[in-house]
């Protein structure tokens, strides 16, 4: 199992450019969750998908975060448009209820 | 809402020693999971150790072990015989089993350093 796969791996862009992240989850698995970590603010879930369906976007930040999952294999995290403090990493991670999340090895974001 | 604590910022220990991370956590449920993650510099994140609340055992992964007492709402992790390849932050978390949430809450992390 190749595991849960993000890119790009790194992304630097300048402020007011939109920023998308793309996360194939791990096979089987029914649920995907979107994270961002800062050193000030530390993990934060920012919305997940219980079969491709959004639960609970409460933590996305404003209306500049979007994310979709248009099917079981794939899903995005837009920012429309960047900022330079939306720099972080941001994880994708999956699982299946009731078990542990399998992460993805993260977006380093630089917006300038 | 669930919250999860973890009171050291920073831990450090020699090789080939024992080190405890504490962590506790606040809920109203009786039924849920917890697990520590490991983040090394590669900030890949890791899943070090799992245990279900309703188990009374505590989890054990070869040098990595819990002690969970429900009733304090404590689950803190102990690694024995320290490498420098444990160098890493570790993050505890909570995650409910009831219902239809499957979101994780995450605490703020122990740095631990391993001194050769």
């Known amino acids: 199992d190749a595991g849960v796969i993000q890119s790009p791996r790194h992304e630097v862009t300048e402020m007011g450019q939109e920023v998308t992240l793309r996360c194939k989850p791990i096979?089987?698995?029914?649920?995907l969750f979107w994270y961002r970590q800062t050193m000030m603010r530390g993990l934060e879930l920012l919305i997940y998908?219980?079969?491709?369906?959004?639960?609970?976007d409460s933590g996305m930040p404003e209306d500049r975060f979007s994310a979709k999952m248009p099917n079981a294999s794939f899903s995005t995290l837009k920012i429309q448009p960047s900022e330079p403090r939306d720099s972080a990493v941001y994880f994708c991670?999956?699982?299946?209820?009731?078990?542990?999340?399998?992460f993805g090895p993260g977006t380093r974001l630089t917006v300038t | 809402a669930q919250t999860v604590t973890q009171s050291q910022p920073e831990m450090s220990v020699q090789e080939a020693e024992t080190v405890t991370l504490s962590c506790t956590y606040d809920?109203?449920?009786?039924?849920?999971?917890l697990f520590w993650y490991k983040q090394p510099p590669s900030r890949q994140m890791i899943l070090v150790i799992r245990?279900?609340?309703?188990?009374?055992q505590n989890a054990t992964e070869n040098r990595f072990s819990v002690n969970f007492q429900k009733a304090a709402k404590s689950f803190s992790l102990k690694i024995s015989d320290s490498q420098l390849g444990d160098a890493a932050m570790y993050f505890c978390?909570?995650?409910?089993?009831?219902?239809?949430?499957?979101?994780?809450?995450f605490g703020a992390g122990t740095r631990l350093t391993v001194k050769p």
């Open positions: 096979s089987g698995h029914n649920s």
């Open positions: 991670a999956s699982g299946t209820r009731g078990y542990e999340q399998y």
């Open positions: 998908f219980n079969n491709n369906v959004p639960i609970d």
């Open positions: 978390a909570y995650r409910s089993a009831m219902g239809n949430n499957n979101d994780m809450r």
């Open positions: 245990q279900e609340a309703y188990k009374q």
């Open positions: 809920t109203s449920e009786s039924d849920y999971y």
